[in-house]
């Protein structure tokens, strides 16, 4: 997508330098930077840093992770230590393993000499794939809010909520909620987006600014207020993203998605979860149960975080000294919440039956 008129992917490789380049999100929406990954520790300190975040970008970004390694010792043993450190960064996104179990698959019968040039040619196969799983994503989700905006009364945005960043940030391009709010807005169909704040990290903030930087209209509200936009009539459709979704099509999300479900389902709003074929874990069905939570640093919690006025990143303690803090980072939303999962292939029941008949191929791994 454009900043400043200039396109950009989250994650590049820029030949002159020859290495790896993020937008560092740690200081949006505040101040655009670029940063190169180099070593091992680069990447997975802004992954497990989130300097760049999102389950579909943090498995791109160990992919070339990966092929750093490989340039420098193309070795088994090296293969092995690389999955292990950058697998080690972030447990619930299950695109981080998804895309190291897919490098280490593919470059394991290779001789040690010819590593290098495979990791890296597959670290940009895999950053196209999730260009254009996201660009079909955005197209099935647009005819979903094509017919909701032909049910409104003329003169009336169609209003979508949505939580966290599951925007271009998040994902190589497009981004997979953002994707159809993208698409529609281009479609010339009037659309208004209520974005959640998303605490502790506050990645609506990062929704409000590509939504900002593309002219699509919105406003930022605190995650408590997306229930009483329901009760009044003011959410015509959720679209969230996932971190992980089971075969069974339970959900995991950013902590408070659930809520958000549930308040749909109280309203009759649907509540539609944009999904890319990578972030399907076929080996688990009961998400509540067989997902693990990343448990996140308390401070983030207990200290709100912005750039200060001399262009550092400040904090200001917000809790009492001595109270507890908890930081759980996802929530699983139950399949029966959900009503349909937008995938690159179409809108699947969020089911077992609807996931293995969009994607027969892992049909008997369920
Ligand atoms: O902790 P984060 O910022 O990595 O969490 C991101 C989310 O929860 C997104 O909604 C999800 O990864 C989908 S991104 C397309």
Redesign the pocket.
């Known amino acids: 997508m454009k900043v400043n008129g200039t396109p950009y992917r989250s994650i590049w490789y820029d030949h002159d330098a020859a290495e790896v380049r993020i937008i560092d999100q740690r200081w949006l929406p505040h101040d655009f930077r670029i940063a190169p990954l180099k070593s091992r520790a680069d990447f997975t300190t802004a992954i497990y840093e989130?300097w760049v975040?999102?389950?579909?970008l943090?498995g791109v970004t160990a992919a070339y992770g990966v092929a750093g390694d490989m340039a420098r010792d193309p070795s088994d043993a090296n293969l092995d230590a690389a999955w292990e450190a950058l697998n080690a960064t972030r447990p619930t996104?299950i695109n981080l393993r998804w895309a190291l179990d897919r490098c280490r698959a593919h470059l394991a019968p290779l001789a040690p000499a010819d590593r290098a040039a495979a990791a890296m040619q597959l670290a940009h196969d895999m950053a196209d794939e999730d260009v254009e799983i996201n660009r079909r994503i955005g197209q099935n989700g647009l005819a979903i809010i094509r017919d909701i905006a032909a049910r409104k009364p003329a003169g009336e945005p169609v209003r979508l909520l949505t939580h966290?960043?599951?925007g271009w940030l998040?994902?190589v391009d497009w981004?997979?909620?953002t994707s159809p709010m993208f698409q529609a807005a281009e479609a010339g169909i009037d659309i208004h987006v209520w974005v959640d704040e998303t605490r502790p990290?506050n990645?609506g903030a990062l929704t409000a600014w590509e939504l900002n930087s593309h002219g699509v209209s919105h406003a930022y509200v605190t995650d408590n207020a997306g229930g009483h936009l329901m009760q009044h009539g003011l959410v015509d459709m959720v679209i969230?993203?996932?971190?992980r979704t089971t075969a069974q099509g339970d959900v995991c999300?950013?902590i408070g998605t659930y809520l958000k479900a549930l308040a749909a389902h109280d309203n009759n709003v649907p509540f539609y979860v944009a999904l890319p074929s990578p972030t399907i874990d076929w080996t688990l069905r009961d998400g509540v149960a067989q997902i693990p939570i990343e448990e996140r640093n308390p401070r983030e919690v207990s200290h709100v975080q912005g750039v200060g006025s001399d262009g550092t990143i400040a904090e200001v303690q917000v809790t009492p000294q001595g109270s507890d803090v908890g930081n759980p980072?996802?929530d699983v939303t139950p399949a029966r919440l959900v009503t349909g999962l937008i995938t690159e292939r179409g809108v699947s029941p969020a089911s077992a039956d609807g996931l293995a008949a969009m994607f027969p191929e892992h049909a008997s791994r369920v």
């Open positions: 989130m975040r999102g389950a579909p943090i996104a966290c960043n599951a998040a994902t981004g997979t909620a990290r990645q969230t993203g996932t971190d999300n950013k980072a996802f």
